[in-house]
């Protein structure tokens, strides 16, 4: 059970973490990032988010362990003191207390394998790394699983118009999902912006579909077959980061496709937890590409699952179907 200090130190660190993101977004030089050995790129905001958020909660939980996408040993050794000495620095910018050390520390505090039992946070520093990168959509996601289930997420969404139809009137939104208590929104001062519902569409028609904004991360052709199956004519809305899942829950698109680009590839459980939750407690639905409920108990993957299909629920076997029929 989710304790009143750690929902509060949850919403709290995932707010300055974006902070320490939107801080970093104008500083973004060749020397703000580099190339994880998997060939993707991580940038000072990822570390620094990461050390901000599992130092607050190792504060309020110190025996949760955490899943965390980022691992210090990136940092470390002489090859990496630039790129460590920005980190600590942009992290002392918003949490003067801590050092080198214990900014390391906090980041590898997210070493933990995940599993069926116990109570873990799982976190995504910057979830579209590739968005923020080119100053685009990214989130801070930030989820508690336990015995295997998610039980509370915190999406922060720091560059997202809070009105989707309206982007002047301000951007940053941070989504609350509670088991069984429903999702809302909050501003980046951590005010209720009220509850979130998806919206009401059933006749799969009229619906819109939101993707990924990279060919690598899912078969942007394949969504297209879908989407011509189902009879919907509008274009979709391309969009990096968990940032999709925001927009179903709130009404703003209907159906949010992943559909894998390659056999093998393993889904991370950071990268849907939060994002997961925010879309059933706001009614919607969530699966893979075959219809099966995705599995965060079996470690730091959803290895079990191929793909992800979430939707606003009344049109989501419609969608599961013309995914299966579009299949090259
Ligand atoms: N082949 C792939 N299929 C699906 N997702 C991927 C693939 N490769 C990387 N990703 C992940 O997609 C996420 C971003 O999704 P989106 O494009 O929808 O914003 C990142 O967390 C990224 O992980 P990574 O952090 O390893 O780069
Ligand atoms: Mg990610
Ligand atoms: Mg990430
Ligand atoms: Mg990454």
Known sequence: ????SERQAAIDAVILASKLCQNVRSKLDQG??????DRSPVTIADFGAQAVVLNALAKVSPDVPAVGEEDASDLRGDAN???RERVVSEVQALVPELTESTVLEAIDRGNHSGGASGRFWTLDPIDGTKGFLRNDQY????????????????LGCPHLPIDWKNPDAGRGCFMVAEKGKGCKQLDSEGKSLGKVQVDQVTDPTKASFCESVESGHTKHGWAAAVAEKLGITTESVRMDS???YTAIARGDASIYLRLPTRPGYEEKIWD???????VTEAGGNVTDITGAALDFSIGRTLKDNRGVIATNGPIHDAVVTAVQAAQE
Not at 32 to 37: D, F, I, R, V, W
Not at 140 to 153: K, M, S
Not at 272 to 278: E, F, N, Q, S, Y
Request: glycine share 8%; hydrophobic share 50%; proline share 0%.
């Open 1 to 4: 059970m989710l304790t009143d």
């Open 32 to 37: 703000a990032s580099k190339e994880k050995e």
């Open 81 to 83: 003191a630039a790129l």
């Open 139 to 154: 989130a801070v996601a930030l989820a508690l699983i336990e015995d295997g289930e998610v039980t509370f997420g915190v």
């Open 242 to 244: 968990q940032c999709k």
């Open 272 to 278: 849907h937890a939060a994002g997961v939750l925010c």
